[in-house]
């Protein structure tokens, strides 16, 4: 008898597993999913991508895999399931890599520790743990005492929570290269996908074996460092304190500071020369594009000053530039994940951009002859564009042109989503805020703290920073800001970024764009928009960026909107000394020694609309959705007997519309650009847009039905069940048909039960799934107009 999958691995593939000394309770896992799914964005609609999973992984400890294993029936051949294998282990950095139909394994070993890469083997020769940690060990270089730190545990709580697989290998990686000796190291990882709780794992693990002792983890932002002792690094307790006050207590193990708090622009203030050189034998430098890449940083004079520590650098956006670089300091990543991976993967949010052009902003505006502003100044004569727009000249009613779209984006989607604002300085952002606040005097009479202005220089702002990013608290919702706000902030419920800022740096723009790609199910947050008016998601075009978006979409004139790193100062100064809550702060932020004229009887107009996707293969596409639709659904379905063939083969239609819909075909989106398209089936849509046939109506195909009086060769129960599907079918469309749930609502309880509809009236279940499928293949008679 031939074997399924599942009995292959349940009475072939396991025990032999088991049999070599696998402890299948702690070492092996079956069916580990280990990707969530792309998600796919359409519309306001949003679906998951296929995950990926492997049949087996085996585990040297938790969290730290050896092997993979394929698993095939036994009609296969051994080695069938190895291409797809060693796909899997080269995202998972797995070396050892096992194929099996349950007749035997094909290995293929990519230690170098054999002669020949891929060997057959039989179900007795499956190798044990001890062997493959061996070759492991000798693949990387270990020595024993190397080994005994790369196989230190992770720290688990109990709670089921454990690393995504990028996290344990920029864990795993980590791990190794300190075991071996290197001591500057760099992990680039996508804002979003939890670079604090991998260096938390990195410390746990150092600290458990006692190769690092003591451990510094700096950062620039004080939000950064409360987040961090609150959350991911709890677990340290009474083993850890944070650096304030400019006091040092050198009785603890872990310590966590702002840079700021233990340099100074003065000698004395550098007070971490109170801690010997050697003090510290690890330091983790958090976002370290920020300042530590520079040799003039105040950063450097710490990492200089502990240079015999061990030294992480983390970073979603790695900066290089004549005068600073990252890679230069610490050397190339030992590992990267990219936004691109992470969308891919499903972990981080995709996004979509809309792109609003003002005519003042592609054409320039050039003040007659002899103009004043609203103060009476004379205005310079010469042509003003993006870079001098809200820097040197405001044109008032740009401003309120911004608010008015922004505006209408949320009226039409949700006037509740979380959204920041970013504005070119201090005083923008307060302009910005008058002006959301006077398009939306409703929305500011139910709470006046709808929209904000989250600056450095605002205390009351500021304070509602904790408000803003938390999930449970409706306000604020719309933040105003200008660089406070670029990082740091973990806005995971933020759906609309605006963008009116004109922002010419790589590094600043992925951490812009990082605000928003966190993904947070729990509150309907799987995607989120950019709404940009200045251009700065030109940067998609750099080569640097590797993470389109979904779509960018550019509305038409009076359309529908909808389808260097300064930093503000935070409550320390630079000198680390706490900023009294009622201090007025000089406008650093704003263009010094500059005339700014502030105009206000210019009119501003929308000028210009562009649409663009990502395939299926993320890469992005600009054409009309239904060219690339077509073009999808024919690549597929070559010609439409191809597709009619497929579609009367299938017992369920609706597999193939989830086919076409995990290839980037976006159905229910494409009804919309069909005139009437709501009222078609699905059948005639694909039909219509891919190869041009004239489409039919649910209502019209439902009709065709009872007029050639199919139903009279059933009973009068029968009849009565399918002529109220087919009511069904015309109404909602091809998915009332195939769920039987359907059964359960009405007219159906009146005829009887889901039970006995099937069994006593039908004679079963299969004699009914035969007469749905007899149904449908009415219905989509191809001698009828398709």
């Not at 039989?122 to 080994?147: R, Y």
């Not at 009785?251 to 010997?276: C, D, H, M, P, R």
């Amino acid at each position: 008898m031939k074997m399924s999958e599942a009995d292959v691995k349940t009475k072939l593939i396991t025990p032999a597993i088991k049999k070599s000394g696998w402890d299948i309770n702690s070492q092996m896992r079956e069916e580990v999913t280990f990707t969530a799914g792309r998600i796919i964005v359409r519309g306001k609609m949003t679906a998951r991508g296929k995950t990926k999973r492997a049949d087996y992984i085996l585990y040297y400890k938790p969290n730290i895999p050896l092997a993979i294993v394929e698993a095939k029936d036994d009609s296969h051949t051994v080695g069938s399931g190895m291409q797809q294998a060693l796909e899997y282990s080269e995202m998972l950095d797995i070396p050892f890599i096992f194929s099996s139909n349950g007749k035997g394994f094909l290995f293929h070993d990519k230690s170098g520790t054999t002669e020949k890469l891929e060997t057959e083997l039989t179900l007795d020769e499956f190798p044990s743990p001890d062997v493959l940690w061996q070759k492991f060990k000798a693949m990387k270089g270990l020595s024993e005492t190397a080994a005994e730190i790369v196989s230190q545990d992770y720290y688990d709580d109990g709670s089921g929570r454990a690393p995504r697989y990028y996290q344990s290998i920029a864990i795993n990686r980590t791990i190794e290269a300190i075991a071996k000796g290197q001591n500057k190291i760099l992990l680039v990882m996508a804002t979003g996908t939890g670079k604090t709780y991998t260096a938390f794992q990195i410390i746990w693990r150092l600290w458990k074996a006692k190769q690092k002792k003591r451990i510094l983890f700096l950062a620039d932002r004080n939000i950064l460092v409360d987040q961090t002792k609150q959350q991911d690094f709890a677990p340290f307790g009474d083993k850890m304190t944070k650096i304030h006050n400019r006091t040092v207590d050198k009785s603890y193990e872990i310590y966590l500071s702002l840079y700021q708090a233990v340099t100074g622009t003065e000698e004395e203030q550098n007070i971490y020369k109170q801690f010997s050189p050697d003090f510290f034998d690890l330091i983790v430098i958090d976002e370290c594009h920020r300042g530590s890449a520079s040799e003039a940083s105040a950063w450097r004079r710490i990492l200089d000053y502990f240079s015999s520590a061990t030294h992480i650098g983390l970073t979603a956006t790695p900066k290089e530039t004549n005068d600073v670089s990252n890679i230069a300091y610490f050397g190339e990543p030992v590992y990267s994940y990219s936004l691109k991976q992470g969308i891919s993967d499903g972990f981080l949010a995709p996004y979509k951009v809309i792109r609003i052009d003002f005519d003042k902003d592609l054409e320039g505006y050039r003040p007659e002859k002899g103009k004043t502003d609203k103060f009476g100044n004379l205005i310079e004569d010469r042509i003003y564009n993006t870079k001098d727009f809200d820097r040197t000249l405001v044109l008032e009613k740009r401003t309120e042109r911004v608010a008015q779209k922004v505006t209408e984006f949320l009226t039409e989607t949700n006037p509740y989503d979380k959204t920041i604002i970013f504005c070119e300085d201090i005083d923008h952002a307060e302009r910005m805020r008058q002006a959301i606040a006077n398009a939306n005097p409703e929305r500011m009479a139910e709470n006046h703290r709808y929209v904000m202005r989250i600056t450095g220089d605002n205390p009351e702002g500021k304070a509602e920073l904790d408000n803003f990013i938390n999930p449970e608290s409706r306000y604020p919702v719309i933040a105003t800001t200008s660089k406070l706000m670029t990082t740091g902030v973990d806005a995971k419920t933020c759906k609309l970024i605006v963008l009116d800022q004109r922002i010419q740096s790589m590094t600043e723009f992925k951490q812009i764009i990082g605000r928003g790609t966190r993904v947070n199910e729990e509150h309907g947050k799987k995607f989120f928009t950019i709404m940009d008016f200045k251009k700065a998601t030109e940067l998609f075009a750099d080569p640097d960026f590797d993470g389109q978006p979904v779509q960018v979409y550019t509305p038409e004139p009076d359309g529908n909107v909808v389808p260097d790193d300064g930093e503000t100062p935070d409550n320390v100064d630079d000198s680390g000394q706490e900023i009294p809550p009622d201090v007025t702060w000089d406008n650093h932020e704003d263009s010094e020694g500059q005339q700014k004229y502030y105009i206000n009887d210019v009119e501003v107009d929308v000028l210009s609309k562009r649409v663009q996707y990502l395939d299926a293969d993320g890469n992005l596409i600009t054409e009309s959705l239904k060219d690339y639709s077509r073009k999808s659904i024919t690549k597929e379905f070559e010609t439409l007997d191809a597709f009619l063939r497929r579609w009367n083969e299938a017992d369920k239609k609706t597999a193939i519309i989830k086919e076409l819909e995990e290839q980037g075909v976006p159905v229910n989106v494409l009804r919309e650009t069909v005139p009437n398209g709501e009222s078609y089936s699905t059948f005639d849509l694909i039909c219509h847009v891919a190869y041009g046939q004239p489409p039919l109506t649910r209502k019209e195909r439902a009709e065709n039905v009872k007029k050639r009086n199919y139903f009279a060769k059933y009973e009068d129960k029968a009849r009565a069940v399918l002529e109220a599907l087919l009511d069904k079918y015309a109404d909602e469309g091809l998915t009332t048909l195939e769920d039987n749930k359907i059964l359960m609502m009405a007219p159906f309880p009146q005829i009887g039960t889901p039970t006995e509809i099937i069994k006593s009236i039908f004679g079963g279940k299969a004699q009914y799934g035969k007469a749905i499928n007899d149904l449908e293949t009415e219905l989509f008679k191809q001698d009828q107009p398709a």
